[in-house]
């Protein structure tokens, strides 16, 4: 059990890593490691994911999606489409959509906020002037506090493990969740944007499907802990 709980972890973190450089700046290296590296690598760390249904139910089109996006003039748009995409850009995108949706109630989290999440878990890296309209950073912070619950799960270190699942519950349910769908639907309707919509479509749904896990995961880990006590 606990080996498979580690592999989890690490595959999980892995992904969110994945993500996190898919929205980095471009350059020619990062896009043929994203053709490669990243379309392989998404499927075979999927694989480790058992709890996440609805994610490894939508990976394989999703994929498919992407591989079509990026090749032959794709990896050209793709350049083109990020030099528009900026953390500002994202922002834009974000607000009209949700202005235009007359049931979102999407919450404009500012750098400050985020800041001092970050700061509670230990990290001194504050997020850019949009908060976590700044995917990649977002997404990385995730990365990082994966990284942490793998290794304190296979050290046993139950409180911290608990600490580490509960800050990824928060951090995905309070500030990243909620506007991943916003994004999608805005990033859909740039026609300049479609590949990012793609990768905005992917995160969506691994994040959506790793915030349950979590949840159970945290609930699991609080049965075991009150049983010890």
Not at 6 to 26: D, G, T, V
Not at 39 to 59: I, Q, V, W, Y
Not at 129 to 158: I, K, M, N, W
């Amino acid at each position: 059990m606990e080996g498979i709980l580690l592999n989890a972890s690490l595959a999980r973190s892995w992904i969110y890593k994945l993500l996190a450089m898919s929205f980095m700046p471009p350059t020619p290296s990062r896009i043929r490691w994203l053709h490669t590296v990243f379309l392989t690598g998404m499927a075979s760390e999927g694989d480790k994911l058992p709890e996440h249904g609805e994610f490894r139910r939508n990976l394989p089109s999703l994929l498919l999606e992407l591989r079509l996006a990026l090749e032959g003039s794709g990896v050209r748009e793709l350049l083109k489409a990020h030099r528009k995409l900026s953390s500002p850009r994202i922002a834009t995108v974000l607000r009209k959509t949700a202005e235009e949706d007359a049931q979102s109630s999407l919450p404009l989290w500012s750098a400050p906020d985020v800041g001092d999440f970050y700061r509670s878990c230990g990290f001194a890296a504050i997020p850019g002037p949009e908060g976590t309209r700044d995917l990649a950073v977002a997404l990385e912070f995730v990365y990082a506090l994966a990284v942490r619950e793998a290794r304190s799960s296979h050290e046993e270190r139950l409180t911290e493990t608990g600490f580490n699942l509960f800050s990824q519950t928060q951090f995905l349910e309070k500030y990243v969740c909620p506007w991943l769908p916003i994004l999608v639907r805005g990033l859909r309707s740039q026609k300049d944007l479609q590949q990012y919509a793609s990768l905005a479509c992917l995160t969506r749904s691994f994040a959506q499907s790793d915030l349950e896990y979590l949840k159970s995961r945290f609930a699991f880990l609080e049965v075991i802990r009150v049983a010890g006590h």
